[in-house]
DNA sequence: TTATATTAGTGTTACTTTTACACTAAGCGC
DNA sequence: GCGCTTAGTGTAAAAGTAACACTAATATAA
């Protein structure tokens, strides 16, 4: 593959130079290689109804027509892959500052029927509260599923979906990426639930709260939350000051 | 950006159809997007002269000229993305069968001068025992350097680095992703120093042992090292058999 | 106003894991 | 057989994890 190593961005070009990008593009053309197409894909994921899920779109025409896919488009030739992430975030829920975090590229041949597409693929997590604004949740084509009871997917979205959900665990013990999935303040009751949602098992309640508020990530607000007939829970606060530890 | 959103694989298609890899590729081609171009770089390390090293190609062309890059090219229409990493692992060591893990993709407008590149990252690990067969190593356009003194370097390759280390740090732990850095034999102290070269800092040498043998992922071969004028070490194999506990 | 229902909030003990630390064993060369 | 060099081993203190049950505060209904 002498071609495609001399045009690459880190060739040591030992059999050919191309000076401009003109030239390049010149040669690039005029061999026999397409380009592949470059999507990003973003799996958004929420927890509601006490259930993590993952926002989907319904695809209506081949391939896969009927079936439910992870939202995504283009990548642009001027923005980021980030940048082409958090526009297709807005575009289906219309919030921003999301935490947003790259998963992997799935690029095998074949994984699109139509053309070869290397897709990028993005994992939002978004916070329940400031969701709701987002009419468009029971659309017939956009809707919430349960990461534990998907339907057929699209593509080898199946796969990617598994594959976020594992990331997700992995990184909840070492990060504070579950507060993502929170308001602004909550109650150690709900963090725990984040947790037991996403793990999928039961915590000790006591030893739970010792060990986050040991690490002293959390600040106490001063307020509480009283819903429901019985005893009030203080509201904690994320302190990102503190964000080296946990 | 519709056009984008209906073209992708992932599209719920509000506003349009394409029925056939032609529709489409006609659709996209009449619009005023160019497709990026798509490379693979492989990130190659290994352990020599008790230093973690990795594999450096010079550019002879703008942009960069004279600097190192890591190693790369275009990922070819019909071949997967982790078979073009394993493409350019060939023809730069012509080693198989070694450990390939995707790393990150990185594509920030920008970030070649030429045209929009996306580079999908994969690194490797070489064994340095099986490395010695290839030549190349003193050429003066490919060359091996310790991942803690590195040359200026072309693009953003300082970055991808940086954080392939990172990952390789983050992973020794909890995976058994060291081994690969060892020939089929090796002895509990050999073992140890990918430890230490890769974390970079002494280790205990009972509590290392203690920890490794008590996961039962070590296999005494039966046969002993000796090298120098002093005790004769045991030889240990990986058992991927157990691989699940480390 | 009192009883009841419901979730919030709290400590101790056993067990496991991690850390710190120093001497004997086996080979080679002289 | 002495000296040099690296291999190989155990124990105790400390830290972290896991298991477990009762009191506190509110709302509602009797």
Known sequence: MEQTEQQSETSNSKHGEQQTPEAKAHHYDASKYERPSVTVDVVMMSLRKGDLQVLLVKRRSWPYEGMWAIPGGFVQMDESLETAAKRELQEETSVHDVYLEQLYTFGDPGRDPRTRVIT???????????????AADDAADVRWFSMYNL????F?????????LA???GKLDYTTIAFNLLPEQFTLRELQRVYEIILH??????NFRKKVL???ILEDTGA???????????????????EAKL
Chains 1, 2 share one sequence.
């Open 120 to 134: 990028v693929v993005y994992f939002a997590l978004l916070d329940s509260e400031r969701l709701q604004v987002r």
């Open 151 to 154: 339907p057929p997917l699209a």
């Open 156 to 164: 080898d979205h199946a796969q990617i979906l598994e594959y976020a």
């Open 214 to 216: 040991s690490t002293g």
């Open 167 to 169: 990331r997700l665990r």
């Open 201 to 206: 098992r039961k915590l000790d309640k006591r």
């Open 224 to 242: 509480k939350k009283m819903e429901g007939t019985h005893r009030p829970a203080r509201l904690y606060r994320f302190n990102p000051a503190v």
